[in-house]
């Protein structure tokens, strides 16, 4: 607890700042009142949810136990790779510095880890959107070779076996042993408590106390809306659409949605990612080939390469391609790109392994 | 909760007045637990006029492409009967995985059905689209039964694995049928015909069992010679345009009611 603040809250009333001081002892975890599961309140600037709370209702013991499995190697086939060893809390859980991800035995695979946030509002997942609910989302990472190489039935079989797990289901699920169900719902309650909703630009957005918006910021939102919100739209800086951004002329590497669609018109195509604490998710795009938001803002002034999906909103009407930015433009572009860093989000406690 | 106690009464008389009349007879509908009966669905896989054996014996498809087969699984999903009048009934929760290698599930038990005389059998080789996007499934939708794909989200609909010499690449046969999205929509609904039109009767004491014979050639021989498959050219499918080809040929006939014991 800040210092400040709890000198603030003395001036207010001796009693509660009492209270305050001995909430913040040692035992500060325990003794905090009951606090909500991350992600049951959806924020006031986002769109409806997906992923509706309703389907799978945000409980603690759920929760907790959703967290568990998140950072539990056991799930994998050697018990070397847990979901949080390429997705990474610091990084908005995306992988730190892996342009692709490192799965069981170091193979690698082909694609950049995204962050995992606000997931409760997408329409589909993957780069590719091949996965379209994300109660089942957890069988591609656990069966893909290249990442946790492990069966369903053998995930299960470990997990009933295991010493603490049985007793947790059942105290959240009812008795009996674990079900493939059980085990993809429990972690859809963490997945889905990703929330990332308090940047200083939502705070912005929401009218809230934000600190100082320098005008910088105020001039990279400007460039923002007219440049990249096309894409990037919402308060979730993401439309959810596949679009080719111009990085590569041919696709026999990775083809993109025409990998789920198998048509010619969406080779080349990925999920318009949002842009939620981009700061820290480097290295950026599906295969992970820019390390830092100035080669990201140099690609789209100067690098978009021609091919015929290239995206018509990088096309300008004087037949050049890209999004012009001059040098200033792209400095105010970074600035304001900071302010997407939600470190309520990325620090949070509750989200990180467990003790 | 006045008004529930009046409406109490007043259903009560209506009860009373009922029993001293005849109008029991004339509002049979309204009778608490209406007459339901059984039906039994029994699928039996053969390849052409031969049983189908796992590993074993040796087939022969149209394109006269020799072949085994060592899995063979399909999903039967939304069964309905119809009335000559047109009424429907729909099994709740309507999933079934019949599996080659499990004898138990190539016997389906519909219950609750209500009584009544049904001149038509209806279901959908696959699942519906609905389920193919929902949340974590159990029983026959379960993902551990491994008829789902997850890379791209989706039941396998029907899943024949086996070997031909005649087969590209190392002779394996891969024939996973799915997809549920326009153009490579897979899912198909089929009524076949029942022998010699003669209606199932479901009473409280009568439950039919109807014996469907499933044809494993169904798959590969289509309706004309065109659609034939040939192992030559295709050997392996997992969704896409080449499984709609697979599917066109068995929704024009894999599945015949060979007939009905009527019990």
Redesign the interface.
Known sequence: MNLRLLQRRARLSWGLAGLLVTACGPADEAARPAETVPGSTLPANFPPPVYVLD??PPDRAAFELGRQLFYDPRLSRDGSVSCGSCHQQFAAFAHADHPVSHGVASRLGTRNAPALQNLRWSRSL?WDG???????FP??P???PVEMDET??RV?AKLNADAAYPRRFAQVYGAGPI???QL??AL?QFTASLTSANSRYDRHARGEASGPWSTAEQRGLTVFRASCAGCHATDLFTDESFRNNGLDATFAADSGRA????AARDRGKFKVPSLRNVARTAPYMHDGRFTTLPQVLAHYDHGVVASPTLDPLLRQPDGRRGLPLTAPQQADLLAFLQTLTDESFLSNPQLAAPR | MKLLSTALLLSGLAVASCSFSSCQDKNNTDDPTPEVGEMDLEFDHVVGSQALVLDAATYTNAAGNPFTVSLFNYYVSNIKLTKADGTEWAEPESYHLVKENEAATQKVTLKQIPAGTYTKLTFTIGVDSAR???????GAL???HGM?W?????YIFTKLEGRSAQASGNGGLTFHVGGF?AP?NTIRTVSPALPNGTPLYIRADHAPEVHLKVNVLGMFNGPTAASNIDFRTLSNTMG??QSVKVANNYAAGMFRIDHVHTN
């Open positions: 389907q799978n993957l091949g996965v379209a609910n994300l109660e089942v069988l591609a656990l069966t893909n369903l039935d299960l079900t493939s169900q993809l719902r859809a990998h789920i669609t198998g | 193919n996007v929902a949340g974590a499934q159990t379960d993902p551990s789902f997850t890379w791209n989200t989706g999205r490579n896409g345009a």
